[in-house]
């Protein structure tokens, strides 16, 4: 992807990540912290971690083609390198965020209807699914939860930094302390 309504794509698609994968990571946490908003959040955010993923590519092949377009400093080669580093964070929490929903998913109790008796009243049996994360292991539970916190930390972080240099190589030296006068704005 190249340009989009005649702008660099790069410069459209990193808003997508710089506020979905923060976002992915704080629904991680919250999923895998607490039970409550695990019911809630583990499989919308196990959807738009996955979303994540796929759009971290997309963008860093963007901001790919605009590197090549544009003057090549320290700053931009910076930007770029750290830019690389993003499907690394993005993948955890991705992984993480579909362990947090399959564990819950797990917990759920499965009702089947039993075929009408002769009587014709049929009566529901409820089951439990096959589980193969351990779904009631608090030790499980407790090792998940710490690694969707270091990856969470580690993927906002990551997004900062990323952001960061691709302001300072945007924008360092490209305006003034002073402001124009009125009539020349």
Known sequence: MTTINGLPAHILLVHAIVVLLPLSALLLVLSALWPA????LAAPNAVLAVL???L?????????????RVASTPSLKSHTDLGDTAIYVAIPVAVLALVVWWRHRETAVVTKPEPAEESGGGVATATRRKTYLAPQ????????????VLAAGAAVYDVYRIGDSG??????GQFSQTPAPRGER
Not at 37 to 40: P, Y
Not at 167 to 172: D, E, G, K, L, M
């Open 37 to 40: 908003a695990r019911a809630k």
């Open 52 to 54: 994540v993923v796929v």
């Open 56 to 68: 971290v590519p997309i963008t860093t092949d963007a901001g790919e083609w605009l590197e090549r």
């Open 137 to 148: 292991k608090t030790m499980v539970t407790t090792v998940i939860a710490v690694l969707a």
């Open 167 to 172: 302001a300072q190589a945007s924008w360092t």
